[in-house]
């Protein structure tokens, strides 16, 4: 696939935005001409949420399942098979803690991983 064609599938990709008070969910573009887009609610008015482009929006009244959608949310995850994500997104909000603590793992920069060594080995010389 040449560059051309790449960026132009890429543009057409429509993200979920969630509506986490009506618990709903509506396909947007993030991005128009360059802009970054915020959308709201058509029905309360909220400003929605973007989910990314692979959530799988839970139906209104699976409570459980939006629970862990905002847990997820608040904790920063989006909805991307190539983020920084370890892995299949968690089932249920059980499943959420230990998906949160392997991401933040796999996100630690060489930075803060060389900042980690120099606290252990100054732990260790004193
Ligand atoms: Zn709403």
Redesign the pocket.
Known sequence: MNYRKFQTRRSNIKFHYA??????SFKHKPVIDGETLTY???????E?CNMGPDLKAPKKHDFKQWKKVILLAKNGVCFYSYSGNPGPFPKNIGEVPRFLDERRLKLRTGGKILLDKIKNSQCRAR
């Open positions: 509506c986490f008070a009506c618990r709903k709201n609610c058509p029905d309360c008015g909220a929605l």
